[in-house]
Nanobody, 121 residues
Framework: QVQLVESGGGLVQAGGSLRLSCAAS????????MGWFRQAPGKGREFVVQ???????NYADSVKGRFTIFRDNARNTAYLQMNSLKPEDTALYYC???????????????WGQGTQVTVSS
């Protein structure tokens, strides 16, 4: 089992920045690819970004150049730095862990409870 706890969400004006954190406990953090997903009201869960155990990354086109994922394996924590935020980034953001490295939400075995990000115009 892996337990994930997100933090760092909040309310920010368009153009602002936030950094989300995802603290992991349980099994060896290094063995898992970490991903961030988001879900806006009335919409499905959307892939945002993934960082594999080796540090390789994949970003959704909508966030490329604005969001950065990085992980601190010594602290068992993954981060999502979000810059140049837009109102359409407003959503509940989830971190997730997968041993397989796949990108779709059904590839992920463990999920956090989510942290709300609201971007005002």
């Amino acid at each position: 089992q892996v337990q994930l706890v997100e933090s760092g969400g909040g309310l920010v004006q368009a153009g602002g920045s936030l950094r989300l954190s995802c603290a992991a406990s349980g099994r060896t953090f290094n063995n898992y690819a970490m991903g961030w997903f988001r879900q806006a009201p009335g919409k499905g869960r959307e892939f945002v970004v993934q960082c594999t155990w080796s540090g390789s990354t994949n970003y959704a086109d909508s966030v490329k150049g604005r969001f950065t994922i990085f992980r601190d394996n010594a602290r068992n924590t993954a981060y999502l730095q979000m810059n140049s935020l837009k109102p359409e980034d407003t959503a509940l953001y989830y971190c997730a862990a997968t041993p397989s490295g796949g990108l779709g939400p059904n590839q992920y075995d463990y999920w956090g409870q989510g942290t709300q990000v609201t971007v005002s115009s």
